[in-house]
């Protein structure tokens, strides 16, 4: 008899050729959660001390791999980017993304005035991606902070 309930289980949960893709891959993986997400296994954890996301496909063949990384470790070209052209005041979040043999980098940042953009570059940084989340315009954080309405606040 059919049971949903057992078959989505087998499905979310990788078996031994991808755990075994896993540990070759990133030897002493720890803490590591397990999804099932288009039609993709993906693992969660660290290894040593870096997160780390890896999708794997249903063969155990390794398609993604994204790693956090710190601003100093981005590429020179993309950090000299960031602080030029977006004005990089905070950064929120680095990934490092390899994936069929190419090194991406996705990046999001608070720009200095209240702007958060995120961006996928090259490996020598080139912008891939450029999305901006959101803008608060100047004269509305002042306006939040002052309380005091300008030319640019309408009273509606």
Do not use: C
């Amino acid at each position: 008899m059919f049971n949903l309930k057992t078959f989505i289980h087998e499905k979310l949960l990788p078996d031994s050729r991808i755990k075994l893709a896993l540990s070759n891959n990133f030897p002493g993986a720890a803490d590591v959660e397990w999804s099932f997400k288009n039609n993709s296994y993906e693992a969660t954890f660290t290894q040593e001390g870096i997160f780390k996301v890896a999708s794997f496909d249903e063969g155990g063949k390794l398609k993604e791999e994204k790693a956090s990384m710190l601003e100093n470790q981005l590429p020179p070209p993309i950090q000299k980017l960031l602080h030029t052209k977006y004005r990089m005041l905070f950064l929120i979040n680095a990934l490092e993304i390899t994936r069929e043999g190419k090194k991406y980098f996705e990046v999001t940042v608070d720009s200095d005035d209240k702007s958060r953009f995120f961006l996928v570059f090259t490996e020598d940084g080139k912008v891939n991606k450029e999305q901006l989340l959101f803008a608060i315009k100047k004269d509305l954080v002042n306006y939040l902070k002052t309380g005091k309405k300008n030319n640019t606040i309408s009273n509606n």
